[in-house]
């Protein structure tokens, strides 16, 4: 019989029954939602928390999706599910073994960190109980054995229920597995490098039954596993925002707890978030730049020079602000109501960022990114640039110009004003902090409105700087040496006509 090459047949999970373990967050999620959306006749979930485990069902199909509460490092708990798939379809087409945890971390995670000292090293690993280390073994390798092997027979079942149809085992692994940095855990990375070879041995086994065993190594992925790694994580069924932190962290300055300067709440909810802040200096000036360049259509080069400023300016902006803030690692306001101090740290002695518990990574090492305020400089920098176009075009400085020129020109820089005024108020910065990014924000914003506008007083500064290229003394090829001089080399026959003294004061080819 010819093999079905239809894409809609070799790619269809129609009909298929999957257990998905720690189906409830990150990936297995995202498995489960594609294999219900795609027509599975079941997706089982299994966690160990079961209201997570309903809200992941509810937010898809709850006819579909099945919770299941067990726990993957429990052979009885196994089991248990096994029976209970059995009972109520009697068979399993595709088992992805998905828990995971991520383990201690070690005391350098990254390979631009400087070095500790051995003997810092040395006590940062030990004092992790050991069987902290090995019960990352247990739920990323012992379990997918485990479990491979608990649902054997349903995944037997599968092919003798779907001939066309060939049971498969898929372990979540990782890239960490491959690389011999520590990066994320030595007992995750170890742990995912075994599953992996695990995987690869069962797939060797188990042929001769026709089940296929296949690993999926993906890297880093905004789930609740890796929320150490990438920042501000806030997972869940209900799509809520994910905030990726950048690669570089903050320079992080030496503190005390008993400093009042940065002992202000932590605000949870910011007056003006990251969101809101694109919307006002981002969103809000362009679309008021483009909706001038539909209206008063003033010419390809106007509107080119005009918005490219805008983004020149605005890309200028992320860029500086980001490289100081890391650089300087200045703590904010409310430091230590993010750090979360171990009990016990003296409170009239300089600490390090180690005595912090803070377990989200973006929340506690975006504590030292206080020096300037990204929300002053950024918001300057949009509607600062807005402020100065709205300026140039309504004359401000002509005499006698209207009041109402003047105000127009201004409601940009108010609302930058507030904005920055705001980070004050949710205890992020301090007037510092604010004015420094304020005053770096409108200073690159009037740079980048220079380069294509005269400045405004000057007469024409509704007009931007000639291009280039339609003047002719504008871009063109330079000459080499003998283009240069083939000129002066060129001479006509009717030069070297007549007498001596008359080609004497007869300038050669126009040049004398």
Known sequence: MEPNLIAASLFGVKGLVAVITGGGTGIGLM??????????HRVYIVGRREDILRQAAQSVNAEVVIPLRGDVTSQESLLDMAARIEDDVGYVNLVVANAGIMGPRPLKAAPNEASPSIAEYRAHALKVPMEEFTNTYAVNATSVHYTAFAFLELLDAGNKRTPDLRSQIIATSSIGGFSRLAGASFA????????????????????????????????????????????GLKSGTTGDKIQIQFLAEPFHRMFFLDNLAIGYPHAVVERVPVSWLFIY??????????????????????AHVTILGWFISMILTLFITDVIKNAVGRPRPDLIARCKPAPGTPAHELVTFEVCTEENHHVLHDGWRSFPSGHSSFSFSGLGYLALFIAGQCHVYRPRADLARVLLALAPLLGAAL??????EDYRHDVYDVTVGSILGMSVAHYTYRRYYPALRNKDCATPF???????KGFMKVKSDEEALRGAQEFELDEFSGDEEEREQRPLNGRR
């Open 466 to 472: 000639p291009n280039p290229a339609d003047d002719a």
């Open 188 to 231: 995750y990375s170890s742990s995912k490098a075994a599953a992996t070879h695990m995987m690869k041995m069962m797939a060797t086994a188990f042929a001769p039954y026709k089940i296929r065993c296949n690993v999926l190594a993906p890297g880093l992925f905004p789930s609740e596993l890796a929320s150490g790694i990438i920042g």
């Open 31 to 40: 498995i489960a939602k594609a294999l219900a959306l795609n027509g599975a």
């Open 281 to 302: 200096a981002g969103a809000v000036p362009l679309g008021i730049l483009v909706l001038w360049a539909i209206l008063v259509r003033p010419g390809t080069h106007k």
């Open 419 to 424: 904005i920055a005024i705001s980070r004050c």
